[in-house]
């Protein structure tokens, strides 16, 4: 990010990704998915101080049509991604007591099938990213414009990419 919004990307030495399937998810729970996603769990993430940027990913019926995966991963329909400030150990534990009392205060995504393929760290080593992607060459994260779907689901979309 830029001086005015916080560290750099380069700053941040830990990465989070979760793979999320909704089995069996028609379009309700999607939507009920999404809501939760959008207007709890990402906003109450990125307001800690230890989170630089998060963000998640849907995978549209288009995606899925050209791409290919594993069987394991063949039925993800969101990526989340969180950025991690330092110190990581204390943003970390931060992190991990919000979702712990979300948990038990009885918020969170309770829709059945919820299935997570990879929740994962992984330390930062260097990123590339395509001149279409629309990312700064600075490596900055920049929120794409907000949009719906057809389907009335909120997205952003930068690079024919559909983010929830």
């Known amino acids: ?62 995606s899925r049509a050209v791409s290919t995966a594993t069987a394991e991963q063949a039925g993800v329909d969101y990526v989340a991604m969180y950025w991690f400030r330092s110190p990581v150990d204390e ?11 979300s948990f038990q205060s009885g918020r969170g995504p309770m829709i059945p099938g919820v299935r997570r393929t990879l929740l994962a760290f992984f330390r930062p080593v260097r990123g590339y990213a395509s001149a279409s992607a629309l990312v700064p060459t600075r490596g900055d994260p920049v929120p794409p414009q907000p949009r ?17």
């Open 1 to 62: 990010m830029s001086a005015d919004k916080g560290p750099a990307v380069r700053d941040c030495p830990l990465v989070f990704f979760s793979f999320v399937e909704l089995q069996g998810g028609g379009a309700e729970e999607h939507r009920r998915y999404n809501e939760w996603h959008q207007l709890d769990h990402r906003p109450e993430n990125l307001a800690l101080p230890g989170i630089a940027w998060g963000d998640r990913w849907r995978r549209t019926q288009q």
């Open 148 to 164: 719906s779907a057809p389907d009335g689901d909120p997205v952003r979309r930068t690079a024919g990419v559909g983010h929830p």
């Open 91 to 101: 943003s970390v534990r931060a992190w991990e007591q919000l979702g712990a009392d």
